[in-house]
């Protein structure tokens, strides 16, 4: 069991398995390409649940993040990963195997899903990972926005946190 979370499956440029895998924090060759997932949960009021960051964690310390997120283990779909770094980070236990991502983002070196949930949850119910989660907390459109310029928020495009606002209640790139 710990060995396979160390490792990651390598995808080609369309997104299909190559049948490779590689270990976390390997450099990958051009044209491979690995997958991570993201999810934001919002509720009624509009908010979206944020996550702040363990001071030890080695990327982005102390930094607030949305609701979880994390890198696909080798043999993982996309909703099974989401899924499972739901239920560490937050202990929030939800079936996403109906559930397509709502866009994904390309970066240098793969895909990054981006997943949402629709939840009032009581914060006092999630069960946060101690190894990685020191804080949970509702935050508006306009709170995300001024801790990203307070640098107090891993550096997401504008666009996109307005786009997981925008997307509330909505699938699809058209306002109908």
Excluded: C
Excluded at 133 to 141: D, E, L
Excluded at 142 to 164: C, T
Aim: proline residues 2%; negative net charge.
């Amino acid at each position: 069991e710990e060995i396979s979370m160390e490792l990651f499956d390598i995808y080609d440029q369309e997104r299909r398995l190559t049948g490779r895998t590689a270990e976390r924090g390997t450099k990958l060759s051009v044209g491979d390409f690995r997958l991570v997932v993201n999810l934001s949960i919002l509720n009624s009021d509009n908010q979206l649940l944020i996550q702040q960051r363990q001071p030890f964690k080695e990327g982005w310390p102390n930094m607030w993040d949305i609701s979880a997120d994390g890198s696909a283990v080798s043999g993982e779909t996309s909703q099974e990963a989401i899924a499972r770094e739901t239920q560490e980070e937050i202990g929030l236990h939800h079936d996403f195997s109906e559930m397509r991502p709502f866009f994904t983002l390309n970066f240098d070196e793969g895909f990054d899903d981006y997943y949402m949930l629709y939840q009032d949850i009581t914060l006092s119910e999630l069960k946060l990972q101690t190894s990685e989660v020191q804080a949970v907390k509702w935050a508006t459109r306009e709170v995300v926005q001024a801790l990203i310029l307070s640098g107090e928020f891993i550096p997401y495009h504008k666009s996109v946190i307005d786009l997981l606002f925008d997307l509330n209640g909505v699938y699809g790139g058209h306002d109908l």
